[in-house]
């Protein structure tokens, strides 16, 4: 069974036309009021050591002068065009070195999954954002690495000041939305074999 995802086809209409989703206030009403109705799915912890909750941004910004990666484009100029916070982990991480990542990490004791995304984000590319700029949540993602993960989805402004923490984080990237929309973008889906990492 499909479920309702938290993005409006309106606001994907202009993708189809070949524009781009602008930064602006009607998509953050969009997305909040998308996310406000959609029930996210919650996984189930295992009461062992070795699952352990984190938390994910999804941090909504502008564009800027793109992703600064090969193949994706480059803006001579600031583009307002919205786009998604990416970046590729320290390759000196005793865990997932040099992955690609979404700011985030492990939730600490009495911390909310909003809380820990927002933390995370002010310590890996010194992004700093109150609460109010949380829009909502999507599904949990059990890992076979022993993580679920929360995605916490954020409105970031500009965010034209990020600095990268180098002990965490080696790069950071903006990836506009229509990189995440083309037909030919993956796809995560359950799997037979189990979760996947």
Do not use: C
């Not at 189930?44 to 941090?59: I, M, S, W």
């Amino acid at each position: 069974m499909k479920r309702a995802i938290p993005l409006d086809s309106r606001m994907l209409e202009p993708m189809r036309r070949g524009q781009s989703v602008k930064f602006a206030p009607d998509l953050r009403i969009s997305l909040r009021a998308r996310l406000e109705a959609f029930v996210p799915l919650l996984a189930p912890l295992a009461d062992t050591p070795e699952q352990r909750r984190a938390a994910v941004a999804l941090a909504v910004t502008e564009a800027g002068f793109g992703a600064g990666l090969p193949g994706l484009p480059t803006q001579a100029a600031w583009s307002d065009d919205a786009a998604l916070v990416l970046t590729r982990r320290a390759a000196s991480l005793r865990k997932h070195g040099g992955q690609w990542a979404l700011p985030g990490g492990r939730i600490d004791p009495g911390e909310s999954a909003e809380q820990t995304a927002l933390r995370e984000l002010a310590e890996e590319v010194d992004l700093h954002l109150g609460i109010e700029s949380v829009l909502g949540r999507l599904d949990d993602y059990a890992t076979r690495s022993g993580f679920v993960i929360t995605p916490v989805v954020v409105w970031a402004g500009r965010a034209d000041q990020m600095r990268i923490n180098e002990a965490e984080v080696a790069s950071i990237h903006r990836i506009g939305l229509d990189e995440f929309l083309r037909s030919d973008a993956p796809i995560l889906e359950p799997s037979r074999h189990g979760p996947q990492s």
